[in-house]
Structure formats: structure tokens, C-alpha cells
Nanobody, 122 residues
Framework: VQLQASGGGLVQARESLRLSCAASGRTFSSYPMSWFRQAPGKDREFVAVISANGRSTVYADSVKGRFTISRDNAKNTVTLQMNSLTSEDTAVYYC????????????????WGQGTQVTVSS
């Protein structure tokens, strides 16, 4: 599985941004998909995960109610809609997948996108 994240940019606080992750490979629809982020000087942290069929999602407390993860298995894409952004959301955002793991520990994921920068100015 190859992943490519896109959609990052510079926005003002309280604005919205939509990230996309395009996946290659016929197994995409069988993998849960996750988003992580990493701010300068900080560890990579879990943001959200969506099940393979899209019916189940889990969010980090810090983004719950503001971010929405979704997927389109027909198009091999997963998106992260980010609303009410704050400066605390500034980070490089990564999509990730693994056939066996879908938790919050980044070290256990096998496949990663290249990351897309999100900068929120206050």
C-alpha cells in the first residue's frame, strides 16, 4: 500500500481545511486508515482512525467534535475534515495504515504517507 497525503496549507484560526490521502493497492478497502500529526519538537500523535468499512471512527480528545474522518473505498481515498482550527493544530499531518493494527501507537503502523503541512495562524 502506498499513501499520499495532500491538502495542507496556511489558514487562519477558526477556519477549516480538508486533507486527503490517496492510496494505491487493491487491499485499501480492507485496511482501517488513520491520521497522525507531528508538531515541531513533539512526538507524532494519533488524530483519528476509521474502520475498513467506514462505519466506525475514533478521535483523539483534542480534535473530537472538530475533525471528521471519512473514506471512499471506490476512490481509494480517506479524508480528514478539520474545522475550527487553532494554532494548536499546527503540525505535519500523516495518513497511515496497517493490515494488523489500527491503534494510537505510530510505531506499529507499517504504511505512511509523506505528510502534509498544516499551519494555523492566530
Amino acid at each position: 500500500v502506498q499513501l499520499q497525503a495532500s491538502g495542507g496549507g496556511l489558514v487562519q484560526a477558526r477556519e477549516s481545511l480538508r486533507l486527503s490521502c490517496a492510496a494505491s493497492g487493491r487491499t485499501f478497502s480492507s485496511y482501517p486508515m488513520s491520521w497522525f500529526r507531528q508538531a515541531p519538537g513533539k512526538d507524532r500523535e494519533f488524530v483519528a482512525v476509521i474502520s475498513a468499512n467506514g462505519r466506525s471512527t475514533v478521535y483523539a480528545d483534542s480534535v473530537k467534535g472538530r475533525f471528521t474522518i471519512s473514506r471512499d473505498n471506490a476512490k481509494n481515498t480517506v479524508t480528514l475534515q478539520m474545522n475550527s482550527l487553532t494554532s494548536e493544530d499546527t503540525a505535519v499531518y500523516y495518513c497511515a495504515a496497517d493490515g494488523m493494527y489500527s491503534g494510537t501507537r505510530p510505531s506499529l503502523y507499517k504504511y505512511w504517507g509523506q505528510g502534509t503541512q498544516v499551519t494555523v495562524s492566530s
